[in-house]
């Protein structure tokens, strides 16, 4: 008797699994992500996590040692930033962005910076895995940045138990995986690239990290909505998750931290993309502000990133609109906060914009989050209206 053919569903999104076809996943609420799978129905294995690696005794937390590392620095001091001070053994950090942002330069750049030699003892062990370029167009990436290739260990393969059964060898310190959504299990039928996979995959991964003490960095794609590329399970998998981006057509690249089990989100770490790779950029003020001297509409505010103070313009453009119903458009802050403060304007200021279009830029992408940003809003709006700069005085 010939084996039934088991069917499901499973959703390219989160990766709930249903026995029926909707257009909703129940999982997750995504429209059209639900796939036809064949083969038997996965066993949950996404065993990840740092509980895998202890007992199940139960002890008090006086017991347990808490003389973890701190991390070591990775010498890329805008990627250390975000990291939270430097690579915790053990720690996997997922980094996502849009292909061709520089995820792979920043990576080799940081692995050569660890690997090299330091004047307290030797670098790091480290592995660049590749699943996406060949050997040859890693190294000559390297020869580009300028990076010494003596000690620099690659190894080009997308299978899973494969890079963990040399890896177990080689028992480096620091792991690259570029990218996760070419690794591939046996433990799985499936294509690569699709959800079980890539949890699969990266299950393993982060269980041979927790296990090990390797740092692990994977690189991720972001799909065309902008969230890391299939399962967001991944991102409960990992312990850091760093975002990658770029105003468009901008040399300048962001890296935002979205999730850090060892420092704090809300830091930036500022990038230029130059001919020999990613530079930090020392004053980030300076790439917000777009030129010196008032004009009207533009006024410059201190706000926070993080830890650190930065300078950003704002910009506003009011003019006399011809449409029944005026336009107002924010880059950079909140449309309805920027309607709302135009209300408010008009209502306990006499400010009256209803016949005018609005337009608001902060320069450099940044987005105005914090309540003071209000007040170079307001003064921005006000000084297009009259055709005044703000003066020294
Ligand atoms: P890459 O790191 O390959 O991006 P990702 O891995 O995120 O897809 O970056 C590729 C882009 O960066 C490519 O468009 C060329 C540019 N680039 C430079 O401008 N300077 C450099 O030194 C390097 C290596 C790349
Ligand atoms: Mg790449």
Known sequence: MAAKKTLHYQCQECGHITQRWAGQCPGCGEWNTLLEQSGPLPKSTSKAGYAGAAGSEVITATEVDVTGDPGVPTGITELDRVLGGGLVPGAVVLIGGDPGIGKSTLLLQALASLIAPAANGPGLNGIYVTGEESLSQVVQRAERLGLPRDGLKLMAETEVERIIASAARERPNVMIIDSVQTMHTELIPSAPGGVAQVRESTAQLVRFAKRTGTALLLVGH????????????????????????????????????????????NEIGIFAMTERGLRGVANPSAIFLSRSGASPGSVVMVTREGTRPLLVEVQALVDQSNLG?????????????????????????????????????????????????????VLAVLTSLRHRSMSAD
């Open 325 to 377: 119903n005026p336009r107002r458009l924010a880059v950079g802050m909140d449309p309805n906060r920027l309607a709302m403060l135009l209300a408010v304007l008009h209502r306990h200021g006499g400010v009256a914009t209803q016949d005018q279009d609005v337009f608001i830029n902060v320069v450099g992408g940044v987005r105005l989050a914090e309540p003071a940003a209000v007040l170079a809003v």
């Open 222 to 265: 972001v799909t065309k909505e902008g969230a890391l590329a299939g399962p967001r399970v991944l991102e409960h998998m990992v312990d850091t998750v760093l975002y990658f981006e770029s105003e468009n057509s901008s040399r300048y690249r962001m890296v935002r931290a979205i999730k850090n089990r060892f420092g704090a989100v």
